[in-house]
């Protein structure tokens, strides 16, 4: 196909467009798939990159079980995922885990859960390097 772009036709451009965002998706697809993602977490939507979830952990004061909900990015629900499938555990047990180790110093919740996220993956690097 000849395009000739002295033209500047809307419709070339329009064209031009769409393909290169189709080119942009399929990138974003692969790097999903690279990263393990699953079919539901492939394409977020890009107004909506932080996505709250109910978890039940235990409260450190009392010992019991509750719900709460913490807020993590798309990218971190997956790492979660993975890691728990890693490690035959559940979210709420990875999230238990975290809330109660005494190394934490962060001051939510949800931080400690980031930080646990990154810290897994940053013992594996380590652990591969050596």
Not at 82 to 95: G, K, L, P, R, V
């Amino acid at each position: 196909m000849v395009v000739n772009f002295y033209n500047n036709e809307p419709r070339v451009v329009e064209l031009l467009k769409l393909y290169a965002y189709m080119l942009f998706l399929r990138v974003q697809y692969y790097k999903w798939q690279l990263i393990g993602a699953y079919k539901e977490d492939i394409m977020p939507q890009a107004s909506q990159t932080l996505v709250n979830r109910n978890i039940s952990v235990i409260d450190p004061a009392s010992g019991e079980l509750h719900r709460t909900s913490i807020r993590l990015e798309q990218i971190e629900w997956v790492a979660l995922r993975n890691i728990c499938a890693e490690e035959s555990i559940s979210i709420n047990e990875f999230c238990c885990r975290a809330n109660r180790d005494a190394h934490r110093k962060e001051h939510s919740r949800t931080s400690r859960i980031r930080s646990a996220i990154l810290s897994h993956y940053l013992d594996r690097e380590r652990r591969l390097d050596s």
